[in-house]
């Protein structure tokens, strides 16, 4: 039998160094390494060798070569975290970002009761389920038009033991009479134009599904337009939308929605200081469930 053998935390940093840059290396190493390979953080920054059997010592080298190819580090771990949790992460469905986390939880914050939510464009589940398991006893629906990205999130939402109904739907096709009302709608729909390619890396434009990132250049606001319109047909009086918005058009988005009738908006800033967030409330009186 093969002898196990040792795997220093130079190596990883310097193979992954042949194709990022150092500082990212560094930050790549230390994740597979101690979320991976098992190593504490102390032991990782004092160097520590690693003991692998071969099977692990094979696993490794194809975790470095897929990093090496630029594949993200979620995809090859297989998981993203989000929000405390672990959600199962693949190509085909968005790694949840940053951002999407601060959409969660400002919708956490003012929630209340037990809201009937729609989530438009699930994707992995994150928001659906983590909505679902932070508001014991609200219903929560969560669309997407990718057959592949509601059997991750469905997979997600019994892993994480959540109660979401997960639907295939196309937001522009569907029926609007299908479903009933909902208290909020929620959604973080493709906004990156298709311009703005030129300055994103490869670990984005080679691996996550275009689908859910990229929108026309010639009509970027197309799924906000059709979610403002849901809300007017689908939201009981006085509901809220909340929507992550590329940070370019937050002013464009007010105007839109202003045409659309809705008077109540607010256009919120990310940790970062850019425009990233709307939240609309429909024209009526408020559900028990928003806290005022």
Avoid at 6 to 26: F, G, M, N, W
Avoid at 69 to 83: M, S, T
């Amino acid at each position: 039998m093969p002898a196990p053998m040792d795997i220093s935390v130079k190596y990883i940093r310097d193979t992954l160094a042949r194709c990022h840059p150092r500082p990212e290396a560094s930050a790549l190493a230390r994740v597979v390494c101690c979320e991976e390979l098992g190593l504490s953080s102390a032991d990782y920054f004092l160097g520590k060798d690693i003991t692998l059997s071969p099977k692990d010592e094979q696993k490794l080298e194809s975790i470095l070569a897929r990093l090496c190819r630029h594949e993200p580090v979620q995809y090859v771990l297989g998981r993203a975290r989000f929000l405390g949790r672990d959600f199962h992460v693949e190509p085909g469905v968005l790694i949840p970002r940053p951002e999407t986390e601060e959409l969660v939880e400002l919708i956490l914050r003012e929630l209340s009761g037990t809201p009937r939510v729609l989530d438009v464009g699930t994707g992995s589940g994150c928001i659906a389920v983590t909505l679902a398991l932070e508001m014991p006893g609200a219903e929560v629906c969560a669309w997407d038009v990718s057959p592949r990205a509601l059997e991750v999130a469905q997979a997600n939402c019994r892993l994480l033991h959540a109660a979401v109904d997960f639907r295939l739907r196309d937001v522009f096709a569907c029926d609007p009479q299908d479903g009933g009302q909902y208290d909020v709608i929620v959604s973080n729909p493709p906004y990156v134009a298709e311009a703005e390619k030129r300055d994103m890396a490869p670990e984005v434009l080679d691996w996550e599904p275009s689908e859910a990132l990229f929108v026309p250049d010639d009509d970027p606001l197309r799924y906000y337009r059709r979610i403002g319109r849901l809300g007017l047909e689908r939201l009981k009086p006085g509901g809220r939308i909340y929507l992550e918005i590329n940070r370019a058009y937050g002013p464009q988005l007010l105007q839109l929605f202003r045409g659309q009738g809705y008077g109540d908006m607010r256009l919120l800033k990310d940790l970062s200081g850019n425009d990233r967030f709307v939240v609309l409330r429909h024209p009526g009186g408020g559900p028990a469930c928003l806290k005022e």
